[in-house]
């Protein structure tokens, strides 16, 4: 065969070195986060943000592997999440003094990672978490029921060689429609639509 006929065949084998070069083998990891940031919601039509808003969660993250290109990530875990509007009333909410909302969800999420190095990757993810929600103001009314939100997960990890991990972690989260303030603001049909965005740090080992 000629020389020149061999030239498709080369590239191509290059091509495919190139692409399959595992820059991170596969991996668990299992992490602890804190965040704060704004978190703004609607009650009944009218639109307020908690003065104080966090979110603390674990969760399990794991992989086949990170190419050169890239990789798939996946995981679930557990947040907690709390805000608390301290102004309520300002936003024409008569008869209360505030809000106070607290989540607990399962999350669930899979996405895309990429390395830039073997102990530094970034990872962005979809995320939906399934749970619980609890509303209640200054007065003592409140009401619970199922909750759901769903977003996007940003986050930028360092591994050390003995396995621990440091990152940044970042949540863009919607939360809408859900029916928690009728009992709260006296009003049938109610309903709580909650948005969050939050920053924080967390810690982790890969196992």
């Known amino acids: 065969m000629p020389r020149f006929g061999l030239l498709p065949f080369t590239l191509a084998a290059l ?10 083998p596969s991996f668990v990891d299992m992490r602890l986060n804190a965040q704060g940031g704004t978190s703004g ?3 009944d039509g009218s639109s307020l943000t908690h003065d104080i808003s966090g979110r603390l ?3 399990w993250t794991g992989s086949l592997g990170i190419q050169r290109w890239g990789g798939v990530v996946w995981g679930l875990g557990g947040t907690w999440g709390y805000g608390k509007d301290e102004n309520a009333d300002n936003a024409g909410q008569a008869g209360t003094n505030d809000y106070t909302i607290q989540t607990g969800t ?3 999420f899979i996405g895309y990672a990429y390395a830039f190095r073997e102990l530094l990757q970034i990872e962005i993810m979809p995320v939906v978490g399934l749970g619980k929600a609890w509303l ?5 009314l409140s009401d619970a029921d ?3 939100e769903y977003g996007l997960r940003g986050n930028l990890t360092w591994t050390m060689n003995s396995g621990l991990q440091f990152g940044v972690v970042s949540d863009f989260l919607l939360a809408p429609d859900n029916n928690l303030s009728s009992n709260v ?6 309903d709580f639509d909650n ?3 939050a920053v924080g740090a967390f810690i982790g080992v890969r196992l």
């Open 15 to 24: 091509t495919t070195s190139v692409l399959a070069e595992e820059r991170v």
């Open 41 to 43: 919601y609607k009650v």
């Open 57 to 59: 969660g674990v969760s």
């Open 106 to 108: 399962l999350d669930l």
């Open 136 to 140: 209640r103001n200054s007065n003592g």
């Open 146 to 148: 199922a909750y759901i």
């Open 185 to 190: 603001s006296g009003r049938p049909g109610g």
């Open 195 to 197: 948005t969050r965005f």
